[in-house]
């Protein structure tokens, strides 16, 4: 009788044993942000990594190492200028990833074309509470009144500042704060002020269309009056309005002025910046973490660093955002324990939302931003409103086409004097055209 | 009077041999600069990027990246392709441009003409057709998909073809005397006098497939299907331009390796190549 309790109580574990076993996944995950397994292939803890790339790997390897389903996460990775056509053929060639990043910006060719897995009740069942979320972040997450994505931050423009250079201006006020501008006109004139008192340029920004800098900071322009460059509903541009103008004219004068390099790429912007040839550059939540670093470091000339937002300068707070989120692509052949695993790595992400946001990213939670710690990391007491000022441009489809449409009209203001009104009237006319296409499913 | 103009002649030449010595130097500075930029530190580099001494000197980048466990994978599998590649273009294009040189049939003019066209005729037209056909029939992340759309090259029939009709068609005439068949007079006869321009063509081909891009990107999706020039691709971080310029170069100068040593090795018969193509 003894003896077949004992071999009972061992079936019954068995059982068990195998049966959590068979629920184990493998989860095929496919990302950008580079591969750095020499450097972070064996760090299973992700408050030990740094940068994009260290805290997802080491990320990774924690929910490997310390997942109860005994799951696990295969990486994949992709050129982040080819990751889209990339993730897009894999829905041909048949093998889709079970996680995947996506920007928001890029979210709504996928939805449009039905390759998302509705996330709302999967978060729900997982405990994933998207009130958390701040509302730019939810929104940028959300098509059709679903939720199709976990936010995992909002990266947004800041303006990052050479302090010893302001000082040097007098824009340093006794408190030890920067003084910013408040309108265009202010702008201006502290840039001529700024560039007499240091003999450096006022401004370092990236201004040869590969990442569209300026474009980012003409849509935080527009919606700082009020105004948009896109409709809400995704069918109309506004990119020739009054707003626009005004906010094009401004852009143009800072380069007319001088206060600019027209000629600055995205590495020669930072490479003036750091150093100490530009008082400020106008880049994202990205790179506060290596600037900041770099300035502690003391191997550049930048000395006293710090991140700021966008100021108000065409009325009330606004400014540019992104957002990187993880998707589950839509693939009728994965088994249920495979999506059930998916669910519980996105829901360990969002565990470790903090994580993220020390490379310098948003985080995308309140509960996070409210927190001590995150207000302990460098710059973010600065910044702790941004998610709140942060706006994403409405969700429509071929956005990077807009996009890249307006940069190029764009940079013939500065790099050949396209006036500002003829600049913004062959943005608008070529993003009709995209608009038209992607409203009739071009 | 003839040793004035050959003194004149002299100068000329030497004024050319220098002019073509700067020019040299110019096309090569990018590359010295790529070489430079791969030995410095990522840290250095995104305060400056200039010069063309690597100083301070490292070899990390090429180290991180031959540490990888990827990088071996990926290298044969570019191999496999370039060199497969190769060796069907070679078969195709000497078969077909022989056809088209020396035999006569059926709607020889109009097949002629139709394969002209496809000259014409932007790979990016025909892309999605393509990708979707190679879905349908379940065999991207295959070697032979990466292989199998560059196989028909106009250019290489065309190449081909043009030498085939350079030879001379006594000596067809004189193996047919002796009663050689049409494909022993192509394997015996035609194919060992065509190995300047089989070589030539095999070295283009070779390079193109080892440095295409975009059709491995979209057929090859799994990761252990990358070729080298996706997979290296795959680890740059977002920023890498300027955080990570020096890895980006290492890997920039560790791909182009084997075609450098290739055109090394190869280069009398690509200058003859190109001459070839380019006079004929």
Known sequence: ?442 | MTAARSGWALWGDRLLLAVTVLVAILWLLPVIWVVAMSLKPNAVLQQSTWGFIPMPFTLENYANLLQLATVPRWLVNSLIVAVGMTLLVLVVSSLAGYAFARLQFPFKRAIFVLMIAGLMIPEQAVFLPLHQMFASWGIHNTHAALMMPRVAVPIGVFLMMQFFRAVPRELEEAAELDHASRFTIFWRIMLPLSVPALTTLGLFTFIHAWNDFLWPLVSATDADMYTVTVGLASIQGNFAFTEGLGSVMASAVFASLPIVLLFLIFQRFIVAGVAMSAGK
């Open chain 1, 1 to 442: 009788m003894h003896r077949s309790k004992a071999l009972a109580a061992l079936a019954l574990t068995t059982a068990l044993t195998t049966g959590g076993a068979a629920g184990a996944a493998e989860i095929q995950l496919m990302r950008f942000f580079g591969d750095c397994q020499n450097d972070y292939g064996s760090v299973n803890d992700a408050s030990e990594a740094n940068g994009e790339c260290g805290i997802i790997t080491a990320l990774v390897n924690e929910f490997n190492a310390t997942n109860q389903g005994g799951h696990t996460v295969t990486v994949q990775t992709a050129e982040w200028g080819a990751y889209y056509d990339l993730l897009t053929a894999t829905f041909q060639t048949g093998n889709i990833p079970d996680v995947a990043v996506m920007h928001s910006s890029v979210m709504p060719d996928f939805v449009s074309r039905d390759l998302l897995t509705p996330l709302g009740p999967l978060f729900q069942e997982a405990g994933i509470d998207t009130a958390d979320f701040v509302p730019a972040a939810l929104q940028n997450a959300s098509a059709n009144d679903e939720v199709y994505a976990l936010p995992f931050d909002l990266h947004a423009l800041l303006f990052h500042i050479n302090v010893d250079l302001m000082e040097q201006a007098g824009f340093v006020n006794e408190d030890g704060t920067v003084r910013l501008p408040t309108s265009p006109e202010e702008f201006i004139e502290m840039g001529k002020q700024f560039e007499e008192a240091t003999g450096q340029n006022f401004i370092a920004v990236e201004s040869q269309s590969a990442e569209g800098m300026m474009v980012r900071f003409f849509n935080s322009l527009v919606w700082q009056q009020g105004s948009t460059t896109l409709a809400d509903d995704g069918t109309s541009a506004n990119l020739n309005g009054p707003e626009a103008l005004a906010a094009a004219t401004f852009i143009k004068q800072i380069y007319d002025e001088g206060l600019a390099d027209p000629g600055l790429d995205y590495p020669g912007a930072e490479q003036a910046f750091l150093n100490g040839q530009a008082g400020i550059i106008i880049n994202g939540t990205w790179v506060v973490d290596s600037y900041n670093a770099q300035a502690e470091g003391g191997s550049v000339p930048l000395q006293n660093y710090v991140a700021t937002n966008v100021p108000a300068l065409m009325g009330e707070e606004a400014v540019w955002a992104d957002s990187h989120m993880w998707v589950i692509p839509r693939d009728e052949s994965r088994a249920p324990e495979e999506q059930e695993a998916a669910v519980a790595f996105l829901t360990f992400l969002n565990d470790n939302n903090f994580e993220w946001s020390r490379t310098g990213h948003l985080s995308v939670r309140q509960s996070v931003i409210d927190s001590p710690e995150f207000a302990a990391l460098p710059h973010r007491a600065n910044i702790s409103n941004t998610s709140q000022i942060a706006r994403a441009v409405p969700t429509t489809q071929n956005q990077r086409s807009i996009y890249n449409a307006i940069m190029s009209d764009f940079n013939a203001m500065w790099l050949t004097g396209a006036e500002p009104q003829a600049a913004l009237d062959s943005a608008q006319s070529q993003v009709e055209r995209i608009l038209r296409r992607a409203n009739r499913g071009g």
